[in-house]
């Protein structure tokens, strides 16, 4: 993304930057988090609440970000001092909280796209071909390096996850100094259609499983007794995660998008497309589950358990395999270059760093901090002993991040967009200076961005910490 940063004219088309877009949105969100959040969270009503979440909070906002992008044509801290014609405008530090998020998310997200390039690795081997539901959840168990609390710290249990996250890192690193981002990200746009069809291979696989019926029900029947006050702020959390909101990536992309761009519909076409393939991980993942006999709330391991059962018994199967692993690390790729080039242009702009330089930095300083979420993916991990604010370093890199930095940078954007920036710049941006009749869509936006978004962002937060009770 770097040279395309830096060429915003590069993007000739809505299709382009709507692709750039879904390129920072489609990740391990959708395969690896979507599913066995859906799973922890009770299924049917938890989906419901993430779209209601999705619907009501992450599009508004999505359309805020993409408004601010495009009217400053600058990224998340530069956005906000331009178009409030102040240097020292407080807005920006909505910005530096996007940073910090990103740092966050970065620390575990690496970890978990280390699980995924190990087992890319292991599928070309051929290790998974017959796998039982046993053997599959032993082998995460030993991927991730579960059952090490106690040992020592240089032994191979402990080190295998460090040096597959590493490994991501110096990948990340190496496309973003090569500066050959743009190259990678048009591979990608390649990659996502073919991801697209290998996912409905597995969903069709899984859907003809004995007992996928009962995964069915499991991910469609509504039952809101399973929803608590911190499910509720999962759920909405996981929509921010999701979309890559509240942390300023899509004021940056929003800088991409053409002057004759739809704004107020484009929120909705990547929400769309990212809910598609959220669903298909979903059909795959929860009939396997059942038909397998695998516990659908097993946490973080859903993915890595049940899609080398879906693949195991199936002709073909182990090369299905290792393409899906594949695909799904360069989906994670994406993803983690938007994620890094948000610290990388704070750092870079604040220090006055080159960008190599910076980028590099950035990637060194979450390889050492990631190793402590390398180090606890599970209680019984090396560092998995460790509670704060009681929870291991993995959990709570992944909690404050979605449950904390990036609903509250996503209310101060709605605030920003529906109160502070002026009506008649709003509207400019969503009608393209008049040129698109939006006017009913302008005041449907603009009264959820005041009343509603971040209404409901409040009393979600409020209520899960406990100060709000109902
Ligand atoms: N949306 C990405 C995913 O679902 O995998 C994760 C992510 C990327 C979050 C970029 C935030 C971000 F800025």
């Given at each position: 993304?770097?040279?395309?940063?830096?060429?915003?004219?590069?993007?000739?088309?809505?299709?382009a930057?709507?692709?750039?877009?879904?390129?920072?949105?489609?990740?391990?969100?959708?395969?690896?988090?979507?599913?066995?959040?859906?799973?922890t969270?009770?299924?049917?009503?938890?989906?419901?609440?993430?779209?209601?979440?999705?619907?009501?909070?992450?599009?508004?906002?999505?359309?805020?970000?993409?408004?601010?992008?495009?009217?400053?044509?600058?990224?998340?801290?530069?956005?906000?001092?331009?178009?409030?014609?102040?240097?020292?405008?407080?807005?920006?530090?909505?910005g530096?909280?996007?940073?910090?998020?990103?740092?966050?998310?970065?620390?575990?997200?690496?970890?978990?796209?280390?699980?995924?390039?190990?087992?890319?690795?292991?599928a070309?081997?051929?290790?998974?071909?017959?796998i039982?539901?046993?053997?599959?959840?032993a082998?995460?168990?030993?991927?991730?390096?579960?059952?090490?609390?106690?040992?020592?710290?240089?032994?191979?249990?402990?080190?295998?996850?460090?040096?597959?996250?590493?490994?991501?890192?110096?990948?990340?690193?190496?496309?973003?100094?090569?500066g050959?981002?743009?190259?990678?990200?048009?591979?990608?746009?390649?990659m996502?259609?073919?991801?697209?069809?290998?996912?409905?291979?597995?969903?069709?696989?899984?859907?003809?499983?004995?007992?996928?019926?009962?995964?069915?029900?499991?991910?469609?029947?509504?039952?809101?007794?399973?929803?608590?006050?911190?499910?509720?702020?999962a759920?909405?959390?996981?929509?921010?995660?999701?979309?890559?909101?509240g942390?300023?990536t899509?004021?940056?992309?929003?800088?991409?998008?053409?002057?004759?761009?739809?704004?107020?519909?484009?929120?909705l076409k990547?929400?769309?497309?990212?809910?598609?393939?959220?669903?298909?991980?979903?059909?795959?993942?929860?009939?396997?589950?059942f038909?397998?006999?695998?516990?659908?709330?097993?946490?973080?391991g859903l993915?890595?358990?049940?899609?080398?059962?879906?693949?195991?018994?199936?002709?073909?199967?182990?090369?299905?395999?290792?393409?899906?692993?594949?695909?799904?690390?360069?989906?994670?790729?994406g993803?983690?270059?938007?994620?890094?080039?948000?610290?990388t242009?704070?750092?870079?702009?604040?220090?006055?760093?080159?960008?190599?330089?910076?980028?590099i930095?950035?990637?060194?300083?979450?390889?050492?901090?990631?190793?402590?979420?390398?180090?606890s993916?599970?209680?019984?991990?090396?560092?998995?002993?460790?509670?704060?604010?009681?929870?291991?370093?993995?959990?709570l890199?992944?909690?404050?991040?979605?449950?904390?930095?990036l609903?509250?940078?996503?209310?101060?954007i709605?605030?920003?967009?529906?109160?502070?920036?002026?009506?008649?710049?709003?509207?400019?941006?969503?009608?393209?200076?008049?040129?698109l009749?939006?006017?009913?869509?302008?005041?449907?936006?603009r009264?959820?961005?005041?009343?509603?978004?971040?209404?409901?962002?409040?009393?979600?937060f409020l209520?899960?910490?406990?100060?709000?009770?109902?």
């Amino acid at each position: 993304m770097s040279s395309e940063t830096k060429q915003r004219d590069a993007f000739s088309s809505t299709l382009a930057a709507l692709m750039v877009s879904l390129g920072s949105a489609v990740g391990l969100g959708n395969i690896w988090k979507f599913p066995y959040m859906t799973g922890t969270g009770g299924g049917g009503a938890f989906l419901v609440l993430y779209l209601f979440f999705v619907f009501m909070v992450a599009v508004p906002i999505m359309i805020s970000e993409f408004v601010i992008g495009r009217r400053s044509r600058m990224n998340a801290v530069g956005a906000f001092r331009k178009l409030d014609n102040d240097p020292r405008s407080p807005w920006a530090g909505i910005g530096f909280m996007g940073a910090l998020a990103a740092y966050l998310i970065m620390f575990f997200y690496s970890c978990v796209a280390g699980w995924v390039y190990y087992y890319t690795f292991k599928a070309a081997t051929g290790v998974f071909a017959g796998i039982t539901a046993d053997k599959a959840g032993a082998m995460f168990g030993s991927a991730i390096g579960a059952g090490t609390a106690g040992g020592s710290f240089f032994s191979a249990a402990v080190l295998s996850p460090i040096f597959w996250q590493v490994l991501v890192l110096c990948v990340i690193g190496a496309i973003i100094s090569l500066g050959v981002s743009s190259g990678i990200e048009r591979a990608i746009r390649i990659m996502m259609p073919i991801l697209f069809i290998l996912l409905i291979i597995c969903a069709i696989r899984a859907l003809t499983l004995p007992g996928a019926a009962e995964g069915l029900r499991f991910l469609f029947h509504v039952d809101f007794s399973q929803i608590t006050p911190s499910v509720t702020l999962a759920a909405m959390g996981l929509a921010f995660f999701k979309l890559s909101l509240g942390m300023g990536t899509m004021i940056t992309y929003g800088s991409y998008f053409t002057a004759d761009s739809d704004l107020s519909t484009a929120p909705l076409k990547i929400a769309i497309a990212d809910i598609c393939v959220s669903m298909l991980a979903g059909l795959a993942i929860f009939p396997t589950v059942f038909s397998f006999g695998v516990e659908p709330g097993a946490g973080p391991g859903l993915l890595f358990i049940t899609i080398p059962l879906v693949f195991s018994q199936m002709p073909l199967g182990q090369v299905l395999l290792f393409a899906f692993f594949l695909l799904t690390s360069f989906a994670a790729n994406g993803a983690m270059l938007s994620l890094v080039e948000v610290p990388t242009v704070w750092m870079s702009e604040e220090f006055n760093m080159p960008r190599k330089k910076a980028a590099i930095l950035n990637c060194v300083i979450i390889a050492v901090v990631g190793v402590l979420a390398a180090g606890s993916a599970d209680s019984s991990s090396f560092f998995g002993g460790i509670k704060v604010m009681g929870r291991g370093f993995f959990d709570l890199f992944d909690f404050i991040s979605s449950n904390i930095c990036l609903p509250l940078g996503g209310l101060f954007i709605a605030l920003y967009a529906g109160y502070k920036m002026k009506k008649e710049d709003f509207r400019d941006e969503l009608t393209n200076h008049g040129r698109l009749h939006n006017e009913g869509k302008v005041v449907l936006i603009r009264f959820l961005l005041r009343y509603v978004t971040p209404l409901l962002v409040l009393i979600i937060f409020l209520n899960s910490v406990g100060v709000l009770k109902f």
